[in-house]
């Protein structure tokens, strides 16, 4: 049995049924683009939070992970970007926060990442015709 599941978690594609049901089956949830390369950090909910916690943007979406029970692993080349994407363990974000983290994650968000999700999965196996089966178990 797997022990690790990667898959996308940020604020921006949020899943909980989907995590949750990896993590009651005692996987660990490792978060794969929990920055979203950076595109969101403009994002004034993100910044709005950041700017009140004294924290940038990246750090309000690693807590945000954090606080999920996910694993946050940012990546960068940049020494200053590593201190940076570690400052995450010694403060938490709200309730309130983490709500209005939480509802950044779109239909129209989730459509397009099932989509892209259908697309790996139809060209990676034998699936060729049967999107049916994949929406079915991309369904959060």
Known sequence: KPEVCQIEVNP???????VGFFQSS????Q????????REFGNPVLTEIG?????????????WCVQ????????????ERMVENGGVFDWELG??????????TTEEGREKM???????????TKMEGRT?????????
């Open 51 to 63: 700017g009140r916690t004294g924290k940038t943007t990246a750090q309000v979406m690693g807590r």
């Open 26 to 29: 005692g996987l660990v949830v």
């Open 68 to 79: 999920k029970g996910v694993v946050y692993m940012p990546k960068s080349v940049r020494e």
């Open 31 to 38: 978060g794969y683009r929990s920055l979203r390369d950076g």
């Open 132 to 140: 049916e089966l994949v929406r079915e178990i991309t369904r959060d």
């Open 95 to 104: 309730e309130e926060d983490m709500r209005r983290l939480d509802g950044l």
């Open 12 to 18: 921006f594609c949020w899943r909980p049924a989907t």
């Open 114 to 124: 099932y989509e892209s999700y259908r697309i790996g999965v139809l060209r990676d």
